[in-house]
């Protein structure tokens, strides 16, 4: 009886300290917002960065067409010997995988 009361209250006290919902875990955007307005030189070099990263991105989508960057690869498959050892060809598949997906094309 006693361990049945406890493990209720255990679970009322539980329930009423939860997150609200709607919770938002990061304030950045709010935190960047203020420090623009409360520091010009702030708000100047992060336009600056903006306008350098958007000409940077459009000037990289119309270069879609250049050679594929190769990337090394190394994959560390943790195993006890059993079922649970992925072959190569299914360690080649999911880079595959992963490449057409990055690429947007065929996934």
């Given at each position: 009886?006693k361990c049945?009361t406890?493990?209720?209250?255990l679970?009322?006290?539980?329930?009423?300290?939860?997150q609200?919902?709607g919770f938002?875990?990061?304030?950045?955007?709010e935190?960047?917002?203020?420090?623009?307005?409360?520091?010009?030189?702030?708000?100047?070099?992060?336009?600056?960065?903006?306008?350098e990263?958007l000409v940077f991105?459009?000037?990289?989508?119309q270069?879609?067409g250049?050679?594929?960057?190769?990337?090394p690869?190394?994959v560390?498959v943790?195993?006890?010997?059993?079922?649970e050892n992925?072959s190569s060809?299914?360690?080649?598949?999911?880079?595959?995988?992963?490449?057409?997906?990055f690429a947007n094309?065929?996934?």
């Open positions: 009886m049945k406890l493990l209720i209250l679970l009322i006290s539980t329930l009423s300290f939860s609200k919902s938002d875990f990061c304030d950045q955007k935190i960047h917002e203020h420090k623009k307005s409360v520091n010009s030189h702030f708000s100047d070099r992060s336009k600056s960065n903006e306008t990263a991105f459009k000037s990289n989508l270069q879609k250049t050679t594929p960057k190769v990337l690869v190394v560390h943790i195993h006890d010997g059993g079922a992925l060809n299914i360690i080649e598949t999911a880079i595959k995988n992963l490449n057409d997906a094309v065929g996934y």
